[in-house]
């Protein structure tokens, strides 16, 4: 009977050892974690983590820049992920310092920098077969973006364009060159006709003097796309019909939709169709 007893005791020792409760604060981080089949693990989240829908049954500890020590502990996690971009550093020292353990997964703004963001949070999840089935779909789509710049990209290549992050009220702040939306414009071969380095708005007169050939505009939140649009009927880009909406999470979390993201951006902006308007992040 005591031998019985013992192994209960053993294996209910594992399974509790086994049981991880994991907080994801990043959206691209979340993503991640969905794509590797690994949401049960899942008992909390932060304010970017907004893809897939049911992320929003998830409690949210706050905004992955503005977290507290508190909110994150008390859902009690095991496991946290956060990128180098979650903050204040104080808050990260404190949570390293508990018994918590702290995942800082580096993030670079590249589709190789995505994927090594995969491979860093499927080897902090213990989930090597998946990570490598999903790396091959990652690289699938990757390959198919690139193989698309090269033939119907080439009618935008090199053309000045604005990248704007939209508000409500429909405010629109135009990226900088120190900006991860630069990385956005390298990569579908566009230049940046902003000379500023981070987010701003812009004048009417500013707008006339970078003359935009392409319009991006990464939707946060509800915002009126037509009277946006038409905001811009004095550039070469509305004449053109190069003015796009993407959901903001979709194109500038840098998580792993990123390679289709930017195949659907240089489609519509080579289609030739009227303004597009895309579904927002959660489609």
């Not at 893809?51 to 409690?59: G, S």
């Not at 994927?115 to 990652?138: S, W």
Request: aromatic share 6%.
């Amino acid at each position: 009977m005591r031998k019985v007893f013992l192994f209960l005791a053993v294996l209910l020792s594992s399974f509790s050892f086994a049981v991880e409760r994991l907080v994801s604060i990043d959206g691209s981080l979340t993503e991640v974690v969905y794509a590797l089949d690994a949401q049960s693990l899942l008992v909390a989240r932060d304010d970017t983590s907004v893809h897939p829908k049911a992320v929003f049954r998830l409690p949210s500890v706050g905004y992955m820049r503005a977290l507290s020590t508190e909110g994150v502990l008390s859902v009690k996690p095991t496991k946290v992920l956060v990128t180098d971009a979650a903050g204040p550093p104080n808050v990260i020292k404190q949570l390293q310092a508990s018994n918590v353990d702290i995942v800082t997964v580096k993030s670079e703004p590249t589709l190789a920098g995505v994927r090594n963001k995969i491979e860093q949070v499927g080897k902090a999840l213990d989930k090597p077969e998946e990570t490598k089935t999903f790396l091959q779909e990652y690289d699938a789509t990757t390959q198919s973006f690139l193989a698309k710049r090269e033939t119907i990209g080439q009618a935008i290549k090199g053309k000045r364009a604005l990248l704007f992050l939209g508000m409500q009220a429909n405010a629109l702040n135009a990226a900088g060159t120190k900006t991860k939306a630069q990385s956005i414009l390298d990569m579908l071969g566009l230049v940046n006709a902003a000379n500023h380095a981070a987010y701003m708005p812009l004048s009417t007169e500013a707008m006339i003097s970078l003359n935009p050939e392409v319009i991006i505009i990464a939707t946060h939140g509800p915002i009126d796309k037509a009277q946006i649009a038409k905001q811009f009927s004095f550039t070469p880009a509305f004449k053109h019909n190069r003015i796009i909406f993407k959901g903001s999470a979709e194109l500038l979390s840098f998580g792993p939709r990123l390679p289709s993201s930017l195949t659907d951006v240089l489609e519509q902006l080579t289609s030739g169709d009227s303004p597009k308007e895309t579904t927002l992040a959660n489609k």
